[in-house]
């Protein structure tokens, strides 16, 4: 009886250099089947695709130095060079009006507004936050990931393809899918983190055996 199993897949570095695509397929193609979900890292997906900037070309704004100040310290945007790098992508008045919504709506009890409304500020990965040498660099989140996922299962053939944003804090985001994927239940498979940004140089997971299982459930 097939079950569900998670492999995490090691790469080499991955650069701007590289097509994810591609990189799947060397690292990956023989063990990738057509009832598999593939998974990549969306920190990867955006350093593929060169969507990242480094500190030192960022002039930070007095928003970006004053949102920052409230954000806890364990998160990107505590950073002025990581609010700021959000700015340059969502506007910085338009992040400062998302600040102002959410602290209201914090006072109702509603948390996550802010990120809901600033998606740039809940994507981007400050220094420190993606594997070397790309911990020197902010990461910002990939572009057009549907699109992303779709070309995956394009090339690969497998059953179905996400781009995932997934921490060891038990927390899972699906933000790009190919069609048919449910988002909600591969966050939930993929929510102890079976990826390796760092040393590991684990960004792709398959999900074997999962529209069989699906099937059967």
């Known amino acids: 009886m097939a ?3 998670l492999i995490p897949v090691q790469t080499r570095i991955l650069t701007h250099r590289d097509d994810i695509a591609d990189a799947i397929v060397a690292y990956a193609g023989d063990i990738i089947g057509p009832e598999d979900i593939v998974c990549v890292a969306e920190s990867v997906v ?3 695709q060169g969507h990242f900037t480094r500190p030192e070309d960022l002039k930070p704004t007095w928003q970006a130095r004053l949102i920052s100040r409230f954000i806890p310290p364990e998160g990107s945007m505590a950073s ?3 609010m700021q790098a959000a700015m340059e992508l969502d506007g910085k008045w338009k992040v400062l009006g998302a600040f102002i919504i959410g602290a209201i709506a914090k006072v109702f009890r509603k948390s996550g507004v802010f990120y809901q409304l600033a998606r740039q500020a809940s994507l981007t990965d400050d220094v420190t936050g993606t594997m070397p040498p790309f911990d020197k660099h902010i ?7 549907d699109k992303v996922a779709e070309h995956i299962v394009q090339r690969t053939g497998s059953y179905g393809a996400v781009v995932a944003d997934v921490n060891d804090l038990k927390r899972a985001a699906v933000l790009g899918k190919s069609r048919g994927m449910d988002p909600k239940r591969i966050a939930r498979i993929l929510i102890d983190n079976p990826f390796g940004n760092d040393d590991q140089m684990t960004p792709i997971v398959i999900i074997k055996n999962f529209a069989s299982v699906s099937k059967k459930a």
């Open 3 to 5: 079950e569900l199993q």
């Open 139 to 145: 990461v910002y989140g990939p572009k057009d990931p």
């Open 80 to 82: 002025i060079y990581g």
């Open 46 to 48: 955006a350093i593929t």
